[in-house]
């Protein structure tokens, strides 16, 4: 079974001269990567008694993907995973999220096309959960966030409190907007997939109630999903140094950059979620190790 830890605790930090608190979401579980599991906290005890298939697509070094398979394993379903392409230095060494959702039993088809939620039913047990989980149900465990936020906000009696989380599908940020609202808090966040028009696009996918949009930032300049940038991995390591947390190498070195060039943010009290994804880590840090090594060598 898995152990979901809930409220995570929330710590004060210090970077660059700078004071925040982080939400850290990724110690809800060993198992579970951090909003992943806020996502899927619905399916987590939920009564699936007439499921018998997981179905999802994506990339094969997804977080949502491992975190799916672990969904899987532990509700007993089959899980099959759509991808459009396995490369071949991954498929003959599996590691990171990749490898994780193997070990948990996930069936990969490598196919052109993208499965259509359309095709498969529920009435015939089974369950379809679209690329990073973005879907509605994904705002109960959002919700759960937001009050936990809310409450120790209230505890500690802090005013002016913001949020900044870093965006894929956006759907974190959405239901926390969504759901913290009422309360006067602000979201903000940054695109790391594709640009602000598109973060905007995915938002109208989940509501069409502008009052739930976070604020989107926009990055120091355009980023290529999962690619590699070397003032990523030296905010990433500078992170590391400084806080002693390990971050995710995919979102968070976005979201710290974009951050220093909104330091106006800090003025306030400001949270930043801690979204999990460090298996997902594996697979980046060895990528970036073959490309930048000479930091490597310096700083570990
Ligand atoms: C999936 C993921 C995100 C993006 O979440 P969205 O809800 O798709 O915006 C951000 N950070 C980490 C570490 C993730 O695993």
């Given at each position: 079974m898995v152990e979901i830890n809930l409220p995570t605790p929330i710590e004060k930090l210090h970077f660059e001269g700078m004071e925040f608190f982080l939400?850290?979401?990724?110690?809800?579980?060993?198992?579970f990567s951090g909003n992943k599991a806020r996502k899927l906290?619905?399916?987590?005890?939920?009564?699936?008694?007439?499921?018998h298939t997981l179905i999802s697509y994506g990339s094969t070094q997804s977080n949502a993907m491992y975190s799916l398979s672990v969904l899987a394993k532990i509700r007993g379903l089959r899980f099959f995973y759509y991808t459009t392409h396995l490369n071949a230095f991954l498929k003959n060494n599996p590691h990171g999220n990749y490898l994780e959702a193997l070990k948990n039993g996930m069936e990969l088809i490598v196919s052109e096309d993208k499965p259509l939620?359309?095709?498969?039913?529920e009435d015939d047990g089974i369950l379809f959960i679209e690329e990073g989980g973005r879907?509605?149900?994904?705002n109960n465990g959002l919700k759960i966030l937001a009050d936990e936020i809310v409450e120790w906000r209230d505890k500690n009696q802090l005013s002016n409190l913001s949020i900044f989380l870093p965006s894929g599908t956006g759907t974190t940020a959405l239901f926390l907007q969504k759901n913290i609202k009422q309360h006067d808090i602000k979201v903000y966040t940054t695109p790391c997939v594709g640009d602000e028009f598109y973060l905007l696009e995915q938002f109208g996918m989940l509501s069409s109630?502008?009052?739930?949009y976070p604020t989107i930032l926009k990055s120091p300049k355009k980023y290529h999903f999962g690619k590699l940038y070397r003032e990523s991995y030296e905010i990433w390591l500078k992170l590391h140094d400084e806080t002693h947390i390990e971050f995710d190498m995919v979102y968070d070195p976005i979201g710290f950059l974009t951050l220093m060039q909104h330091?106006?943010?800090?003025?306030e009290n400001l949270l930043y979620i801690h979204?999990?994804?460090?298996?997902?880590n594996v697979s980046m840090l060895e990528r970036y190790k073959r490309k930048f090594d000479e930091n490597i060598k310096h700083k570990r």
């Open positions: 939400k850290r979401d990724d110690l809800i579980s060993l198992e906290f619905s399916f987590f005890n939920s009564d699936m008694k007439n499921i939620k359309s095709n498969f039913l879907d509605s149900y994904a109630d502008k009052k739930d330091k106006e943010l800090f003025s979204q999990g994804g460090l298996i997902g």
